[in-house]
């Protein structure tokens, strides 16, 4: 009767399973090195608790570094306070001097402010506007230079895009009716183009009122912080209070070139103290001055 056969070679276990498993172990030991010391994180699962786009309620706070050179300066951060329109605070964008610089300059020049006329492209009156301001030329002397460089890389847009800088003061009573920056004739854009982004710089704290508020954003309007202490009509739309040194920009055009109606915004009434601010409008193209 025949024997059946085996074979001789001894069951080992397999070098390249060690291999794998002593790879995997470094791995792990790696990652967990990482998130120690913080290099790594891992993300939430937890969708509910992420902030929406338009939830104003969770505000995007980041901390800017601070110019140790400039004593006494205030923090620096941006907030993302709305994306329809897309509107960023950043605040403390110009320094006490800065701010205090642009009034003294504009202070001899100022007259009653104008709207642009759609039919001719010149300027004219209108109740709808009460303030009083001026014009400085674009790059007219170093300090406005820097402004107008810190524009440019707060925007991301070419300081050449830029127009000059108009500086406003409103007194008590004083407004801007709710407007767009656009223009919807093509007499205004034959020079850059489109306005694409505002930025609006708050040159003195006010008392009271003096809101920029935009009443077609979309979005938990309430949910601001700063939401108990605005005018009655800073209450009918998203709105920022002007504070000292604070810029506002905000894109009156979507990602897609298209026109943002939700950019609509105006001037609240000053009810107590005077407001100054310094207004950059920005062009799709290269403004000439």
Known sequence: ?????????????????????????????????LL??????????SGGNSPKANDLS????????????DEGRAEQWVEVISW???????????TREECDYLISLAKPHMQKSTVVD???????????RTSSGTFLARGRDKIVRNIEKKIADFSFLPVENGEGLQVLHYEVGQ??????????????????????????????DVEEGGET????AKGNISSVPWWNELSDCGKKGLSVKPKMGDALLFWSMKPDGTLD??????GCPVIKGNKWSATKWIHVNEYKV
């Open 1 to 33: 009767m025949a024997k059946p056969r085996y074979s001789r070679i001894p069951a080992r276990k397999s070098s390249s399973s060690t291999l794998v498993l002593t790879m995997l172990i470094m791995f792990t030991f790696v990652i967990l090195i």
């Open 36 to 45: 120690a010391l913080r290099i790594l994180s891992i993300p939430s699962s």
């Open 58 to 69: 969770s505000i995007v706070h980041n901390t800017m570094h601070r110019n140790d050179a």
């Open 84 to 94: 329809e329109p897309r509107a960023f605070v950043y605040h403390n964008f110009l």
């Open 118 to 128: 759609n039919e001719t492209g010149k300027s004219k009156d209108s109740r709808v």
């Open 175 to 204: 407004k801007y009716e709710p407007h767009f920056d656009y223009f919807l004739d093509d007499f205004n854009t034959k020079n850059g183009g489109q306005r694409m982004a505002t930025v609006l710089m708050y040159l003195s």
């Open 213 to 216: 508020v935009f009443p077609a």
């Open 261 to 266: 109606p939700s950019s609509l915004h105006g």
